[in-house]
């Protein structure tokens, strides 16, 4: 399914749906940031997903880092929450959701890197080389957020 | 609309709603922590509510704790994430809500104490007080994580 995403843009059409989600820093050894390029838009990002019922955001988390990555991880702190509802994510349904993910710092426990249906491609990026990756800014946002030091944010 | 909370229990009814929310400790000079005496329910609890398309959860939580506590407040820190799907609010309309609350160490800008529609009394309790009100246990769980001190917590 496309999506078009706009962040403070008049354009953007209103939104009609809110929908509690989780994305993860993961950070190796030597201080790269686990990205991939998502195939709806063909951008890079922080993995992460819609919460389903039944599970907690803890859970949520986890279970997108495993689908998306191949890595088993789980939360140890908060990057932020990151819900502008001037960021918004338009879907060929109609559907115009919101902003709405609490960013969580995470730790490897086991798995392997393994590129899933959602993405082209996964990997650990190094800090110098985001700025040359295509990226919304939402996303672009809660890696400079984690790389500043000051967290948790409330945005 | 009546509302039955079930924790950790056996006999609770399977979550079929996930709705994104805040809540709010927010505490006097005196080291006090506000609280409402809900009509809904019958207990004692922070104030807070669930998030409206359009608002950030900033603007949620500080439109929440005014609607019910008539203060102007604003989230300065992050308590923690409540999202433990064995806990679930039972509705009169079917609708079983898993808890999702982001709950806000909020400060106080403006306003007075004032009763609203929704509780029967609204004010400042000392930590002292709190084992003697009747509380559900989720909300007894964020008021014990801010005064651990060792915040925020991932729930």
Redesign the interface.
Known sequence: MGRVDYYDDPAAP?????V?AASAIVVDEAGRILLHRRRDNEMWALPGGR????????ECVAREVREETGLKVE????VG?Y???KHVFAYDDGEVR?E?S?C?LCRFVGGSLTVSEESHEVRFVEPDELDDLPMVDSIRLRITDYLSGRT?V??
């Open positions: 209103a939104p009609n749906s809110l509690p919460m389903e019922v039944g599970e907690s955001l803890a939360p140890v702190s908060i929450t819900t502008d509802p919101q709405f609490i969580f948790p409330i945005r």
